[in-house]
C-alpha cells in the first residue's frame, strides 16, 4: 500500500488509465480540429467527438444534439443558468436555488441579481435536504429557474430530483441541477427524473480535467439558452471555440465505463464508506453529517467533537482528506454548507470529508480507520476542552475571555 492515501475524490479523481488510452491518439496522430470539414484530420477529430457524445448521451439517457461540451462543470453552470436567465427574461425575473449549492451556482445566481434577477435562497433542513413544501410557497408567476444540485459535494446528500422538478414544471418554471457529484456514480437519467438542464464534469469521473457538459433538452419542452462564449459558432452556436478534442474523448470514455461499472462500484463503496463511518463513529462524540438515506454511495462527512478539523488533518497526514474548516480554501469562514444544516462554527471547524473512489482499496480503508482514530485520541489527549467534557463540566455555561 502507497502511502500518501488518496480519499478525497470529491474534489477530483485521477484518470482510469483506459479513459488516458482512448484520449491518447487524439494528442497524436489524430490532432484536427474537429471543425476542419474539408479533409480527413478534420473528419478523424469529428468522428472521435461524434463517438463521445454517444457515450454521454447513453450514461444520462438523452439524444446527442442536448449535449454542450464545456470547459467543466462550473463553465456549464454559468451557461444554463445565465443563458436561460437572458433566454427568458420576457417570462419573469426569478430564480430559486438552495443555501448548500456550490459556489459556481451560488455565485452565478450573485452575479445575476447585479443584472436585474431576483433569487431566493432556500435553507435546508438539518439533514441537508430541501424542504419541498418551502419550494412550492416560493415558486411565483416570474418564476423562471430552479436550480438545485443533485448530489452535494461535501455531504453528499442526494435532494429529491423528480419532486423538485415536478413542483417547477407544475408552475411553469425551468428546472435545472448541477448533478457534478451524482452523474457516473448514481442512475440518472434526464427523462425519468424530468430535468430540463443539466450541468456535470470528466475529472469527477475518472476523466480528465477540464471538459464537462450542459444537457439542455430539445423536447417536452424545447429549452433555449442564450450562449455566452461567441465566436465561431461552435456546438450549435451554442459555445465557441476550438473543441478539446482528447478531453471531449477522455469525457466519452469516462461516462462509458462508469454506465458499465457503476452499480458495481456503487455497492463496493457504500460497503467500504460504510465500514469506515461505523468504525469512527464508535468513538465519542463524532457525529455523520447529512441524511444518510439519500445519499452517494462514496462520501462520508464526520465531525469529531472537540478536535480541530485543521489540526486533524496535519495529524493524519498520511490521509489525502477534506476538512470542513477552512484554511484548506481560500476562504476564512468554516463550511457554509455544514453551517447550512445548522452545525455550529465549532463543529464545522471539526469535521473531516472522506471521499472514497474507484481505485481505493479495502486496505487503505482499514488503514485510514486506524490513522484517523489515533490522530483524533492524540489530539483529544491534549485538548483542554476534552478534559474538561470528561470531567462533566458543562462547556456551553463556560464564558470565555473575548480576543
Ligand atoms: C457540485 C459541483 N459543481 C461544480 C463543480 C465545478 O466543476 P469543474 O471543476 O468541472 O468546473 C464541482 C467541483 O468542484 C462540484 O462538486
Ligand atoms: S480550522 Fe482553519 S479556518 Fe477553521
Redesign the pocket.
Known amino acids: 500500500m502507497e502511502l500518501p492515501i488518496y480519499l478525497d475524490n ?3 479523481t485521477p484518470l482510469d488509465p483506459r479513459v488516458l488510452e482512448a484520449m491518447l491518439p487524439y494528442f497524436t496522430t489524430k490532432f484536427g480540429n474537429a471543425a476542419s470539414r474539408n479533409h480527413p484530420f478534420g473528419w478523424v477529430a469529428e468522428e472521435g467527438v461524434d463517438y463521445a457524445r454517444e457515450q454521454v448521451a447513453k450514461l444520462i439517457g438523452c439524444t446527442e444534439k442536448e449535449i454542450i461540451f ?8 454559468n451557461l444554463g443558468i445565465k443563458g436561460v436567465f437572458e433566454m427568458y427574461s420576457d417570462k419573469g425575473n426569478h430564480i430559486i436555488t438552495a443555501t448548500t ?5 451560488l455565485d452565478t445566481c450573485k452575479h445575476l441579481e447585479k443584472q436585474g434577477a431576483r433569487v431566493t435562497y432556500l435553507k435546508v433542513k438539518e439533514d441537508g435536504l430541501i424542504d419541498l413544501a418551502e419550494l412550492e410557497a416560493a415558486m411565483t408567476p416570474e418564476t423562471i429557474l430552479v436550480t438545485i ?5 461535501e455531504i453528499g446528500v442526494i435532494q429529491p430530483i423528480k419532486e423538485i422538478a415536478a413542483i417547477a414544471h407544475k408552475h411553469g418554471a425551468l428546472f435545472f441541477t ?4 451524482a452523474v457516473g456514480k448514481i442512475p440518472v437519467n434526464v427523462i425519468e427524473d424530468g430535468i430540463d438542464l443539466m ?6 469521473m475518472y476523466g480528465p ?4 457538459a450542459l444537457y439542455v433538452r430539445r423536447k417536452n419542452p424545447r429549452v433555449k439558452v442564450t450562449s455566452q462564449m461567441d465566436g465561431g459558432g461552435h456546438e450549435r452556436g451554442m459555445r465557441s471555440g476550438t473543441l478539446n478534442v482528447p478531453g471531449i474523448v477522455g469525457l466519452g470514455k469516462a461516462c462509458e465505463l462508469c454506465r458499465l461499472e457503476m452499480d458495481e462500484e456503487a455497492k463496493r463503496l457504500s460497503a467500504l464508506r460504510d465500514k469506515l463511518e461505523a468504525a469512527l463513529t464508535t468513538m465519542e462524540e463524532s457525529y455523520v453529517n447529512g441524511n444518510t438515506q439519500h445519499r452517494l454511495p462514496h462520501v462520508a462527512n464526520i465531525s469529531f467533537k472537540y478536535v480541530e478539523g485543521e489540526g486533524l488533518m496535519m495529524a493524519m497526514k498520511d490521509l489525502a482528506v477534506s476538512s470542513g474548516s477552512a484554511c484548506t480554501s481560500a476562504s476564512l469562514e468554516p463550511s457554509y454548507v455544514l453551517k447550512s444544516l445548522g452545525l455550529s462554527d465549532d463543529l464545522a471547524h471539526s469535521s473531516i470529508r472522506f471521499g472514497l473512489g474507484r481505485f481505493t482499496t479495502e486496505e487503505e480503508v482499514d488503514y485510514a480507520i486506524e490513522n484517523t482514530k489515533k490522530a483524533v485520541n492524540h489530539l483529544r489527549d491534549l485538548s483542554p476542552l476534552w478534559e474538561m467534557f470528561k470531567e462533566g463540566i458543562d462547556l456551553s455555561k463556560i464564558e470565555w475571555a473575548e480576543h
Do not use: R
Open positions: 470529491n474534489a477530483t464545456t470547459s467543466g462543470a462550473t463553465e456549464a453552470d449549492e456550490h459556489k459556481a451556482i444540485m443533485y448530489g452535494n459535494n448541477d448533478a457534478t457529484q450541468a456535470f464534469s470528466a475529472h469527477k480535467k477540464g471538459v464537462g
